[in-house]
Nanobody
């Protein structure tokens, strides 16, 4: 069992930066694939970024490539999402997710049903 708690959300101006954190507790954090999803009002939850167990491989949605960076610190049981050059369309609740599988990150990006554990989310609002 893995418990996930997101933090770091808030209000940022367009073009600004924000760093989200996701603290994990429970067993075997370092063996889990970790990801970030987001959900805007009236829209489905969508994939943002994922990182493999070691941090050596990452995979980003096209909408955030070149702007967002996912990273992890296994010693601190924490995964991060650095958001740069924020846009109003990035406004959403951001969720952290964990999965203990061994498939490719691209595979896990395809659907929320592939992920075993979820946090409660943190609100990010980007003002224009």
């Amino acid at each position: 069992q893995v418990q996930l708690v997101e933090s770091g959300g808030g209000l940022v101006q367009a073009g600004g930066s924000l760093r989200l954190s996701c603290a994990a507790s429970g067993r075997s954090f370092s063996t889990h694939v970790m990801g970030w999803f987001r959900q805007a009002p009236g829209k489905e939850r969508e994939f943002v970024a994922a990182i493999n167990w070691s941090g050596a491989r990452t995979y980003n949605a096209d909408s955030v490539k070149g702007r967002f960076t996912i990273s992890r610190d296994n010693a601190k049981n924490t995964v991060y999402l650095q958001m740069n050059s924020a846009k109003p369309e990035d406004t959403a609740v951001y969720y952290c997710a964990a999965e203990q599988g061994s498939r490719s990150l691209a595979y896990y990006s395809a659907g929320v049903s592939f992920w075993d554990y979820w946090g409660l989310g943190t609100q990010v609002t980007v003002s224009s």
